[in-house]
């Protein structure tokens, strides 16, 4: 089954999603299986990091806009080349075991929506497959 979320986004940022995939996890009834986490847009993403200080957000948007800076010399004309880099390099879908009924996360882990061309109204969807 396929699970649908809306996410609004208020500038670059990652938002955090795990209580989402969580809620699609415990809809499915699937105890032992795979999420697949994935993310439609070109300028958005979806990845795994820690979730317990806020500063490894700042840090990491901070790395990325110093590796992908936005420059002249880009010529897509919408002007987020930047963005499609950072999405680019964040991937666009993770996939996370289920155990026992529950994401199999590490202590300090959760799952992302990645915004890079904010603010937007985004999806994403989970697919959870029985294992």
Known sequence: M???FNIHTERENFY???????????????SDGIAVV???????GITINENADPDVVT????????????????RHLEGN???HL??????????????DGSLLLGTWQGIYFTEFDGPRS???????IKG
């Open 2 to 4: 396929v699970y649908n």
């Open 16 to 30: 955090n999603i795990t209580s989402y995939v969580r809620q699609a996890v415990n809809e499915s009834g699937v």
């Open 38 to 44: 994935y993310c439609q847009h070109t300028t958005a």
């Open 59 to 74: 840090d990491l948007l901070y790395a990325l806009d110093k590796t992908y800076p936005d420059r002249p010399q880009f």
């Open 81 to 83: 080349s930047a963005a």
């Open 86 to 99: 950072k999405a680019s390099c964040i991937g666009s879908s993770v996939t996370v075991i289920i155990q």
């Open 122 to 128: 985004r999806k994403f969807f989970v697919k959870i």
